[in-house]
């Protein structure tokens, strides 16, 4: 046996080498935070991260010598690490994670070296104390100082923030009831759910009471739908389709267009088209984000195709199938397919490829298509076409490169290349016979030196165009002169909108920068005040960007206060230092601070700001607003042609492409051929150590707005952590985060409000009156897409399809899952 005296040798010997790794760890910590630190103050930044540094440094060296004072330096650093952290970031904890919990581990571990210092003799003088306690205080202090500089600019930032709103004094509450549907459709809009969004109106609202906050805890899946159509390799998937309902019958489409009709209660497959879509049609994302419900007015009701479903296709046809049996529809079009290629002209695949459905008024199929971004400025014409719902002939075609024309062009003519589009979906008045088009902006979207007159005027506006000629009625440009990929993606909400002089017929247009353009449908006057606010200037097109940009005033936004170096995250402190160093390396002057070459620029909302394709919802009866919202920067930066050309970055257009060189939807830079540059778009702002995010959260949010009284009733994070975490490893943390989301939600008669569109893959249901979550299931894949509700024999059903999203990093999967109360039949 050992004896008492080489027992203690050895651990001595242990002792000292759990010292040694203990400094190892605190030199590779504190090493780059204290170089990182002194650059950081040298470009203006934080002074917290030098001291800090060397306040690790030195513990390390101490430790060494096995020297006690090891423990109150370290002490002293960690204590002038809390003065900082909570001035800085006060109590919020998803704030702190980077700023104190690296630093308390690293306590507790300094703190398990005490055994082995103590057998040392030196012991700390009153001098030496007060060393520490001024170290302590430096670091902290340090740190504050430069935090008021920091809140001082907050301040002023802030007050280029739009105003809180007013409250309209006498205003009428929106009691109005659900849009009718067109008289020749015989439609319930009680029970069905015909369109995208619930109906052209888009309130994405059903009258159904079944399912209630009492008794919710009690759904269950009824039924599983799936598809089959998933990815084989790295194409861009995932569905967002949200199925039409009607009758007794159930229609949906798959992420490469297979139609299919199922039985709305039993979820039992009636038959299934399949277009023969190949992968490499592709374009942004593989996603059928709906189709179109039409009867024909004039046909014998067993007559083929009396009824129909309207599909758009990645290979741009447009497909009619009768209800009944899947049959093509032998009257539309040739066969029952138009070629939406006609008149646009030689493409390559993918470009040209519609993923939203069309928008059906009064008879006319209005129809747009996804342009694939970034690529030439000879992109695909944005043309707005409209066809005959029963003959599949085109009625009219808004070019606005070929103002008075709405016909074919000439032969040997395309329509006017690299105009502004519509990707996502438009909605619809009957009555007024008008569709209200959310255009996109110019390819291509980061520069826009030769954009045309009518291109300046119709880019990221919404337009509303006479559904019968094709003409514009009105029109209004929420963001002059987009260089900044601020399409308006949310389809619009037809609503009555409470005035002091009572409802009138309205669209709510919710943005990417979070706010909400409401207009008089009819005329385009807006129903809310709209301010022209200076708009930072400079970057590569100073001569050309708008001096300023409409803000809305008097009614509730989203918008959140620039953003600041403090708000930098990560994992670590060095994660937040390295995200720090990116903010004060990058051009910034708030929101719409123009593209630059010289170095990066922060967007701030990114392209993936505020609202997106899935709209906000209304309970008309109640006035209240829901709607799900980004809060997400971009990190982006120009570059020159030159550059990009000798990294063989080319678009897909020319025959040399190559994918793996980076380009395309998803590489990090993107041609944008015949212009002066390229651009490197980082929408997922990353620390490049644990791949968190650099900035705080949240990334999203969602919120109600009492439309009556203009005021925020309730306002908060949306989405968990259990799906995000460093390196990509899941946490499983049931944590509210606020995730980035994409896909919106609908609103029942009983206060609920159903959405997944989060990156934690839950389908939840919320009180909209409270903000309360109140049920959740979980899906077995993403659930980027719009859910939607019907009654059928009795039973109020909730169906999603979890079909996951590419770019969102969210599971693919090919399902249509269906909840409902038991008991059913």
């Given at each position: 046996m050992l004896d008492w005296?080489?027992?203690?040798?050895?651990?001595?010997?242990?002792?000292?080498?759990?010292?040694?790794?203990?400094?190892?760890?605190?030199?590779?910590?504190?090493?780059?935070?204290?170089?990182?630190?002194?650059?950081?103050?040298?470009?203006?930044?934080?002074?917290?991260?030098?001291?800090?540094?060397?306040?690790?440094?030195?513990?390390?060296?101490l430790l060494v010598r096995r020297n006690i004072n090891a423990l109150w330096v370290y002490l002293a650093t960690y204590i002038g690490t809390l003065i900082w952290a909570f001035w800085e970031a006060g109590l919020d904890g998803w704030a702190q994670l980077p700023r104190l919990l690296a630093p308390t581990v690293i306590m507790v571990l300094v703190l398990t070296t005490l055994p082995w210092l103590r057998r040392t003799h030196t012991r700390l003088s009153g001098r030496g104390m007060a060393t520490l306690v001024a170290l302590a205080g430096a670091i902290g202090l340090f740190g504050v100082a430069q935090n008021g500089v920091e809140r001082a600019h907050a301040q002023d930032a802030d007050m280029t923030q739009p105003s809180e709103p007013a409250t309209e004094g006498g205003a009428s509450p929106a009691a109005v009831p659900p849009p009718s549907a067109p008289n020749h459709v015989t439609i319930d809009t009680g029970v069905d759910w015909p369109a995208y969004g619930g109906t052209n109106h888009a309130l994405r609202y059903s009258p159904l009471n079944q399912i209630t906050k009492d008794n919710i805890g009690n759904l269950e899946k009824i039924w599983e739908f799936r598809t089959g159509d998933l990815p084989e390799?790295?194409?861009?998937?995932?569905?967002?389709?949200?199925?039409?309902?009607?009758?007794?019958?159930?229609?949906?489409?798959?992420?490469?267009?297979?139609?299919?009709?199922?039985?709305?209660?039993?979820?039992?497959?009636?038959?299934?088209?399949?277009?023969?879509v190949s992968t490499d049609a592709i374009g942004y994302n593989a996603s059928c984000r709906g189709l179109v419900y039409f009867e024909d007015p004039g046909a014998d009701r067993n007559q083929l195709c009396a009824a129909r479903v309207v599909n758009l296709t990645h290979d741009a046809r447009m497909i009619a199938l009768d209800t009944q049996t899947g049959q093509l529809c032998p009257g539309f079009g040739n066969g029952g397919i138009v070629n939406l290629m006609e008149g646009i002209g030689e493409s390559a695949p993918g470009f040209y490829?519609?993923?939203?459905?069309?928008?059906?008024?009064?008879?006319?199929?209005?129809?747009?298509?996804?342009?694939?971004?970034?690529?030439?400025?000879?992109?695909?014409?944005?043309?707005?076409?409209?066809?005959?719902?029963?003959?599949?002939?085109?009625?009219w075609a808004w070019d606005m490169g070929r103002p008075g024309e709405t016909g074919l062009p000439p032969e040997?003519?395309?329509?006017?290349?690299?105009?502004?589009?519509?990707?996502?979906?438009?909605?619809?008045?009957?009555?007024?016979?008008?569709?209200?088009?959310?255009?996109?902006?110019?390819?291509?979207?980061?520069?826009?030196?030769?954009?045309?007159?009518?291109?300046?005027?119709?880019?990221?506006?919404?337009?509303?165009?006479?559904?019968?000629?094709?003409?514009?009625?009105?029109?209004?440009?929420?963001?002059?002169?987009?260089?900044?990929?601020?399409?308006?993606?949310?389809?619009?909400t037809l609503v009555d909108f409470p005035t002091a002089d009572g409802p009138v017929p309205a669209i709510i247009m919710p943005s990417k920068q979070a706010q909400f353009?409401?207009?008089?449908?009819?005329?385009?006057?807006?129903?809310?005040?709209?301010?022209?606010?200076?708009?930072?200037?400079?970057?590569?097109?100073?001569?050309?960007?708008?001096?300023?940009?409409?803000?809305?005033?008097?009614?509730?936004?989203?918008?959140?206060?620039?953003?600041?170096?403090?708000?930098?995250?990560?994992?670590?402190?060095?994660?937040?230092?390295?995200?720090?160093?990116?903010?004060?390396?990058?051009?910034?002057?708030?929101?719409?601070?123009?593209?630059?070459?010289?170095?990066?620029?922060?967007?701030?909302?990114?392209?993936?700001?505020?609202?997106?394709?899935?709209?906000?919802?209304?309970?008309?009866?109640?006035?209240?607003?829901?709607?799900?919202?980004?809060?997400m920067p971009n990190y982006n930066q120009l570059v020159p042609r030159e550059e990009v050309d000798a990294m063989g970055i080319l678009p897909i257009t020319d025959p040399d492409h190559d994918p793996s060189a980076g380009s395309g939807s998803h590489g990090s830079i993107a041609p944008q051929a015949l212009s002066p540059y390229g651009i490197r778009v980082n929408a997922g702002w990353r620390v490049p150590f644990t791949g968190m995010l650099c900035t705080q959260p949240p990334y999203g949010g969602i919120a109600a707005i009492d439309l009556n009284t203009r005021e925020v009733l309730w306002d908060r994070p949306f989405g968990s952590a259990r799906k995000n975490g460093p390196f990509g490893i899941p946490t499983m943390l049931p944590l509210d985060i606020g995730t980035p989301n994409n896909g919106g939600g609908f609103v029942t008669a009983s206060g609920l409000f159903f959405i997944a569109a989060a990156t934690d893959d839950i389908l939840r249901a919320i009180d909209i009156e409270t903000g309360e979550e109140v049920w959740q299931v979980e899906l077995p894949a993403g659930g980027q897409a719009t859910p939607m509700t019907y009654e059928v024999q009795g039973r109020q059903i909730v169906v999603i399809n979890a079909g996951g999203h590419d770019f969102m990093e969210t599971p693919i999967g090919d399902y249509f899952i269906a909840y409902a109360l038991p008991g059913g039949p």
């Open positions: 005296t080489t027992r203690q040798d050895q651990s001595r010997r242990g002792g000292y080498w759990w010292l040694v790794l203990i400094a190892v760890l605190l030199i590779v910590f504190g090493v780059p935070i204290a170089g990182g630190g002194l650059y950081l103050i040298a470009l203006g930044g934080s002074w917290y991260y030098l001291p800090a540094g060397i306040g690790l440094l030195l513990t390390a060296y390799g790295d194409e861009a998937f995932g569905n967002q389709n949200t199925p039409v309902k009607v009758g007794e019958r159930l229609y949906l489409c798959s992420a490469l267009n297979k139609i299919s009709a199922l039985n709305a209660a039993t979820g039992t497959e009636f038959w299934t088209f399949d277009p023969q490829a519609p993923t939203s459905p069309p928008t059906l008024v009064r008879d006319v199929l209005v129809v747009g298509s996804q342009v694939s971004d970034g690529q030439t400025r000879e992109a695909p014409s944005g043309v707005i076409r409209g066809y005959n719902a029963v003959t599949g002939d085109m009625q040997g003519e395309i329509y006017t290349p690299g105009t502004p589009n519509v990707w996502t979906i438009a909605s619809g008045d009957d009555a007024l016979g008008m569709v209200y088009l959310p255009m996109g902006n110019s390819a291509v979207d980061y520069w826009g030196g030769d954009r045309s007159e009518a291109e300046n005027t119709y880019s990221t506006a919404i337009v509303a165009l006479d559904v019968e000629t094709g003409t514009v009625v009105w029109h209004y440009q929420t963001v002059h002169y987009d260089v900044w990929d601020y399409d308006l993606g949310g389809q619009g353009y409401i207009f008089n449908r009819q005329t385009g006057e807006p129903l809310v005040t709209i301010e022209e606010r200076p708009a930072p200037q400079g970057g590569v097109e100073p001569e050309r960007l708008s001096p300023t940009q409409p803000f809305v005033t008097d009614f509730p936004n989203l918008i959140k206060p620039d953003i600041t170096e403090a708000q930098m995250w990560g994992a670590t402190p060095l994660d937040q230092l390295w995200c720090r160093i990116q903010f004060r390396q990058a051009h910034y002057d708030g929101v719409y601070t123009p593209p630059t070459v010289d170095k990066p620029w922060i967007q701030f909302p990114g392209y993936n700001g505020g609202t997106d394709w899935g709209g906000v919802a209304i309970d008309p009866i109640k006035g209240i607003m829901i709607a799900n919202y980004n809060n």
